[in-house]
């Protein structure tokens, strides 16, 4: 321990931080299940995401547990290390034999059926880097070129990579994270807006390269244009939620996910949560995310300096873009874009760095100034 | 910690509150407000209905004996066909159901834009094959076999003409009766009462409303609504008859094929009911079998002798000298002669200056009044008929008779109007073309329009509608229509006329007529035999013409067989044997149960 940190009052983890995960984690597991026995009947064998979800719950949990117990500043010196293996890993799902493509697009890699998506591990590298890069004393924040360029040179480097996969989502809710962690480390507001106008230029060059973005987002216009195309993933998602009416259809009794929806157990799984428990089940999803999004900015605010600061805040707003660009896409309020929901979908790798980042919020939350 | 830090901090706490408050807004709106709406559009994304086939209606004789119904069949059909295993699936049916690859891919392709519904690949498959099936299961996902009504006309061949058969619906027939409700898979009438009654048949379609996934593979069933059975068809036909009749004429025409006549083999009988017009018997030779229409068809087409032709209605001969008492009762009615007239008869005769004409070998007659005419059958006296009434009196009294067009059978289709051999006809007709009209050649004339002559004969000149069906009910046993006999036309003759002319026909069963084989029979029957010259180097077509019992007509008699030879040698023989069979099998019926 160094001399600064002795000082720190120790305390008790967060608990509402905890209490929301687990319970989040809980209704993922039993979600993924209802969401996914149908189809996985059929391939003989309904269990298969179940288990698979315990399996990277339970290795997600005990990377929780080692991080909450790991105190978090002793991660900067694996900052640099960390990121350049995660930026290894994400060129090597492009190289074959490592890479996996599923769908046209090589985000995995993996050797059998184990896969995992490297983009999901460069997320928190990232935030880890972003964080501690911009906690330095030295640094100057105000001064662009010295503060907030470096950080977003690298951003954008594995922005572009991850693009490249394609997953546009992904590689919006890294950019959208560190653009967070930028701003609340105190990025003039005249170079924020700089930036936005530099990014308006490169959002409309990747609506017009790929063809199937500009429909994606025009179909989010109105989806019944085209409903066996572009519109077919948000219409039959409307139609898992809105008939969940209040109460929802009941658990395990929902009709959408027999191969209607698409990704009924990752992408969509929010859908199936509208059709089956209903408001009632889709309000408390939304206010067990709220309070872990407010632990998570309680912990920025009382971490004992920048760094944790920093960290917590990346941290909670990767986990708060994704869900909410998540439900944004499947109650139909955005484009379609391939992202899951933290803690609930179905998501290997995903769940596992979601759990180990909000292990290192809860060792956050034990310091305080 | 910085101020500015903590107040950003501050900044996003209040921006991710307004974004969760917009989706719980969103969400309330979606799920409480549109509820209904989602709950209504979600329903019909994923709720279909599949037919049920009805069963098509049956078709009993007049004592309710049945000449079309149903048996169950399998119906093999694909449902949830999984693309990745839908090559072996394919192969292995094509082999077991021994169709080719490609019509099963066809049928695939032309189905499954409604992939909720079973796809159907062949339908009524013998057990032996679905047992094939069933031991292949593993290797076949998704076929399934579904007992479906086959239509069945348990008498074979009997009245195949009369009942027609079904097959698939055609491209053209879909087209115009699919805003009718019929699917492109449906079996429908194709010909005789099946067509014609198709809509009384058909009986309604089922539905059982299924819950489907996205690929149209069957979750559950909801509700079923039955299938309501296609309507009864009564008709007048007696099938003791008919069957008497075609094994009559079969009998006759082997017997003549064995005797080295190597043209006939093709012929017709109709059995009228003279006081209603009901069809008791309406027989084309040869005949097919309507079970197996489809799978004999090349046989049928190629036969020579025509047989998906229905002679009695299609076929037109010249009709000889059974035409005669159009020639006699038309100068009875014209005040040419008397009863009591005679001509004399010395087997040849001049008329016109220079056409001389002959009886039958030579022979002389004598002299004969009409009576004496008919039962002879003397060319002679009714060349002098035809020579003093002239072709457009003959022609007149011979469309009375609803010659040269149609006697109305509407029941089923097809039937043709004739010709009569005269001068509104033919442009070339002479004036000493009347000679040959009077005996009934050059005249264009089917065998149901020479029984309609018969019952006309038989009744004194009423021209009944000829009609097959006389009741149709429904399934419960409801009537939905009766048809009434329906007249036609009534001839007002002279009725001291009529007797003339049956005394004439009668006279031709007794000893010394052309048809006194006829005289042995149980009941006495009156008729009128004729030969009609068929063409060069062809033998002469054999006809008959008559009704029984001659005191009180109950059945009105046609017999056609084309190039049998005389009236005598063919048509005589057959009208003896139905009349012996009929009667005689009643008398000994009423016999027995005395």
Redesign the interface.
């Known amino acids: 321990m160094t001399g600064k940190n002795r000082n720190l009052r120790k305390k008790e983890a967060d608990f509402i931080l905890l209490f929301c995960t687990m319970t989040l984690l809980a209704i993922g597991v039993v979600m993924v299940f209802s969401a996914s026995y149908y189809v996985m009947q059929d391939r003989s064998d309904p269990y298969f995401h179940l288990r698979r979800q315990v399996m990277w719950a339970a290795l997600g949990l005990v990377g929780m547990l080692f991080f909450s117990n790991y105190s978090y500043w002793k991660l900067k010196r694996w900052t640099n290390l960390f990121l350049l293996v995660s930026f290894l890993l994400l060129v090597a799902v492009f190289i074959p034999g490592i890479g996996v493509e599923i769908y046209g697009a090589k985000r995995w890699i993996g050797i059998g059926s184990l896969t995992a998506q490297p983009s999901d591990m460069a997320k928190l590298a990232l935030v880890m880097f972003a964080a501690a890069y911009l906690s330095q004393k030295k640094i100057r924040i105000e001064n662009f070129f010295q503060g907030p360029l470096p950080v977003l040179a690298v951003m954008g480097i594995f922005f572009l990579v991850i693009l490249k996969q394609p997953d546009l989502g992904t590689a919006v809710v890294l950019a959208g994270t560190i653009m967070i962690v930028v701003f609340v480390a105190g990025m003039k507001i005249q170079h924020v807006f700089g930036v936005a106008l530099c990014a308006v230029p490169l959002m409309v060059y990747l609506m017009l390269s790929e063809p199937y973005r500009l429909r994606r987002l025009l179909s989010f216009r109105d989806p019944w244009a085209d409903p066996l195309d572009t519109g077919y993933q948000i219409i039959q998602s409307l139609y898992a939620i809105g008939p969940g009416g209040l109460f929802g259809v009941g658990l395990g009794h929902g009709r959408q996910k027999m191969y209607y929806l698409p990704e009924p157990h990752s992408d969509f799984i929010f859908a199936v949560i509208g059709e089956e428990l209903g408001f009632i089940g889709t309000s408390s999803v939304l206010i067990l995310f709220f309070l872990l999004f407010w632990r998570g900015f309680k912990i920025a605010l009382s971490a004992p300096d920048a760094y944790g600061s920093l960290l917590a805040t990346g941290i909670t707003g990767m986990i708060g873009l994704q869900t909410l660009m998540n439900i944004g896409v499947v109650t139909g309020s955005i484009p379609v874009t391939g992202i899951n929901l933290p803690l609930i979908s179905s998501g290997g790798s995903s769940l596992f760095f979601t759990l180990c980042s909000i292990g290192i919020l809860l060792n956050i939350s034990k310091y305080t100034r | 910690?910085?101020k500015?830090?903590?107040r950003?901090?501050r900044v996003?706490?209040v921006v991710?509150?307004m974004?969760?408050l917009?989706?719980?807004a969103?969400?309330?709106w979606?799920?409480?407000y549109?509820?209904d709406?989602?709950?209504a559009?979600?329903e019909s994304?994923?709720l279909r209905d599949i037919p049920i086939l009805a069963t098509r209606g049956e078709i009993k004789d007049r004592n309710g004996q049945v000449l079309a119904t149903n048996r169950p069949g399998y119906t093999v059909s694909l449902l949830g066909l999984d693309r990745q295993k839908a090559a072996d699936v394919i192969r292995y049916l094509s082999e077991i159901l021994e169709i080719e690859e490609q019509e099963i891919r066809d049928k695939i392709a032309k189905q499954q834009f409604k992939s909720y519904a079973p796809i159907q690949i062949a339908t009524d498959v013998s057990p032996e094959i679905v047992a094939q099936l069933e031991e292949r299961r593993l290797e076949l996902p998704g076929v399934i076999y579904e007992t479906q009504p086959v239509r069945e006309y348990p008498q074979q061949s009997v009245a195949a003409h009369i009942l027609g058969y079904v097959g698939v619906i055609r491209e053209n027939q879909y087209q115009e009766l699919k805003h009718e409700g019929y699917r492109f898979t449906d079996i429908i009438g194709q010909s005789g009462l099946e067509a014609t009654f198709e809509k009384y048949l058909r009986g309604q379609d089922g539905t059982l409303r299924v819950?489907t996934?996205?690929?149209g593979?069957r979750?559950r069933e909801l509700e079923r609504t039955n299938p309501i059975p296609g309507n009864t068809l009564h008709l007048t036909l007696d099938l003791r008859l008919q069957v008497i009749a075609e094994n009559a004429l079969d009998q006759v025409i082997a017997a003549l094929k064995e005797e080295g006549n190597e043209q006939v083999g093709k012929g017709a009988v109709v059995a009228l009911d003279p006081n209603t017009g009901g069809i008791l018997a309406m027989v084309s030779y040869p005949a097919f079998n309507p079970n197996t229409f489809y799978q004999d068809y090349n046989e049928i087409r190629d036969n020579p002798d025509k047989p998906e032709i229905n002679k009695a209605i299609q076929g037109t001969y010249p009709v000889g000298s059974t035409f005669k008492l159009v020639g006699a009762l038309a100068a009875l009615e014209e005040g040419i002669i008397t009863e009591k007239s005679r001509v004399v008869c010395g087997g040849v005769k001049t008329f016109f200056g220079s056409d001389r004409r002959r009886c039958y070998n030579y022979t002389a007659h004598g002299a004969l009044n009409v009576v004496g005419a008919l039962q002879k059958s003397c060319n002679i006296f009714f060349y002098e008929m035809g020579y003093h009434l002239g072709g457009e009196r003959l022609s007149k009294y011979a469309k009375d008779f609803g010659f040269g067009s149609l006697v109305g059978l509407t029941d089923i289709r097809g039937e043709v109007p004739g010709l009569i051999n005269g001068p509104e006809t033919r442009s070339d007709f002479m004036p000493g073309d009347v000679l040959s009209a009077a005996i009934g050649q050059g005249h264009a004339i089917t065998p149901l329009q020479l029984a309609n002559y018969g019952a006309m004969l038989a009744n004194g000149g009423i021209h009944y509608r000829p009609h097959l069906v006389k009741k149709i009910t429904s399934y419960t046993g409801e009537v939905i229509l009766e048809q009434e006999p329906e007249i036609l036309k009534k001839l007002d003759y002279e009725q001291k006329h009529w007797e003339i002319a049956r005394k004439g026909m009668e006279a031709v069963t007794e000893l010394g007529g052309t048809g006194s084989s006829l005289r042995t029979l149980p009941v006495k029957v009156a008729g009128k035999t004729g030969s009609a010259e068929a063409g060069a180097n062809k033998i002469s077509h054999s006809l008959f013409v008559g009704y029984a019992p001659a005191e009180a007509p109950e059945i009105a008699l046609a017999i056609v067989v084309e190039n049998g030879g005389l009236g005598g040698d063919a048509a005589v023989p057959v009208a003896k044997m139905i009349f012996e069979a009929y009667y005689g099998e009643e008398a000994a019926e009423s016999n027995a149960e005395m």
Do not use: W
């Open positions: 910690m910085s500015s830090l903590q950003r901090l996003f706490t991710v509150i974004i969760i917009l989706l719980t969103r969400l309330a979606l799920q409480i549109q509820y709406y989602y709950v559009k979600a994304n994923r819950e996934n996205r690929f593979n979750v």
